[in-house]
């Protein structure tokens, strides 16, 4: 879209017919993220681990709109299984893809002390290692389409160290290959940002903090609470919250924001 000063606000936003593959789009933040997708207009392909989950998840998600997302299940740290993600997309958008999301994570909770070598390996692996990875496979279908967009979402433990004292137990502490790897996706950002601009492609990170899972909320309130009292508005973070984030940075209203790492915290990162 060429835009210019009369260009309406409903049409910069607008994602009507955009081809987007959202990796991760099931799970508790991702499904937000989905629905935005779908609600601008998006043509949406959702790819997961957790098949049985995914496709929960976007049956319920599908009943709410006429222009239907598609799940495929993948796992982005196994090779064959994202090359055949790749040829799937490829075969269902015609080879043409406007924007990719990162946002897949998986890996277990530890402390400094509990956290195993593999543990570690596997968390790289799978947050920084195959966010590469998946880039690498789909930059040529971006590379089609002037004015593609990545999408890779941080978290504000990517800038800024977990407070130890709000942790009462290694069920909930926020292991050290987290940041670490989210700090990573957030330099790797900002390189595709630089390298791919010659493409008109552009690289942005959405960095949450702090959104705990509603498991976490039932089980230990008092940990939520402390979350909550670290954040300048006093609360934690809701899905809807990254909505609109999510439809500036994937639409042409950020048509101007390239390399920029987006925190949406509360004001958590301020202190």
Same mark, same amino acid.
């Given at each position: 879209?060429?835009?210019?000063?009369?260009?309406?606000?409903?049409?910069?936003?607008?994602?009507?017919?955009?081809?987007?593959?959202?990796?991760?789009?099931? %799970?508790?933040?991702?499904?937000?993220?989905?629905?935005?997708?779908?609600?601008?207009?998006?043509?949406?392909?959702?790819?997961?681990?957790?098949?049985?989950? %995914?496709?929960?998840?976007?049956?319920?998600?599908?009943?709410?709109?006429?222009?239907?997302?598609?799940?495929? *299940?993948?796992?982005?740290?196994?090779?064959?299984?994202?090359?055949?993600?790749?040829?799937?997309?490829?075969?269902?958008?015609?080879?043409?893809?406007?924007?990719?999301?990162?946002?897949?994570? /998986?890996?277990?909770?530890?402390?400094?002390?509990?956290?195993?070598?593999?543990?570690?390996?596997?968390?790289?692996?799978?947050?920084?290692?195959?966010?590469?990875?998946?880039?690498?496979?789909?930059?040529?279908?971006?590379?089609?389409?002037?004015?593609?967009?990545?999408?890779?979402?941080?978290?504000?433990?990517?800038?800024?160290?977990?407070?130890?004292?709000?942790?009462?137990?290694?069920?909930?502490?926020?292991? *050290?290959?987290?940041?670490?790897?989210? /700090?990573?996706?957030?330099?790797?950002?900002?390189?595709?940002?630089?390298?791919?601009?010659?493409?008109?492609?552009?690289?942005?990170?959405?960095? *949450?903090? /702090?959104?705990?899972?509603?498991?976490?909320?039932?089980?230990?309130?008092?940990?939520?609470?402390?979350?909550?009292?670290?954040?300048?508005?006093?609360?934690?973070?809701?899905?809807?919250?990254?909505?609109?984030?999510?439809?500036?940075?994937?639409?042409?209203?950020?048509?101007?924001?390239?390399?920029?790492?987006?925190?949406?915290?509360?004001?958590?990162?301020?202190?």
């Amino acid at each position: 879209m060429k835009n210019n000063i009369n260009t309406k606000v409903t049409e910069l936003f607008s994602l009507k017919n955009k081809k987007i593959l959202i990796i991760g789009g099931a %799970g508790f933040l991702g499904k937000a993220m989905t629905l935005t997708l779908l609600e601008l207009g998006a043509y949406v392909i959702v790819a997961s681990r957790d098949q049985k989950n %995914g496709t929960k998840v976007i049956g319920e998600i599908n009943k709410k709109f006429k222009k239907k997302a598609i799940f495929i *299940p993948v796992d982005i740290a196994n090779n064959s299984s994202l090359q055949l993600l790749t040829k799937e997309v490829s075969k269902r958008f015609n080879g043409n893809l406007d924007v990719l999301i990162n946002c897949g994570w /998986a890996g277990k909770k530890n402390s400094f002390d509990s956290i195993s070598i593999d543990d570690w390996n596997y968390d790289i692996e799978v947050c920084l290692n195959a966010v590469f990875k998946t880039i690498k496979k789909f930059l040529p279908m971006l590379k089609k389409n002037e004015g593609g967009n990545i999408l890779n979402v941080g978290s504000t433990y990517g800038g800024l160290a977990p407070d130890f004292k709000i942790y009462d137990s290694t069920k909930y502490t926020n292991p *050290p290959s987290y940041g670490a790897a989210k /700090a990573g996706i957030i330099q790797l950002t900002k390189y595709c940002a630089s390298f791919f601009a010659q493409y008109k492609i552009r690289s942005n990170c959405l960095s *949450p903090g /702090a959104f705990p899972q509603i498991k976490t909320r039932k089980d230990n309130p008092k940990f939520v609470k402390r979350l909550a009292e670290k954040c300048p508005t006093n609360r934690i973070g809701e899905p809807v919250d990254l909505k609109g984030a999510v439809a500036l940075l994937c639409s042409d209203a950020g048509s101007f924001i390239n390399g920029q790492n987006l925190r949406v915290d509360g004001g958590w990162s301020i202190w």
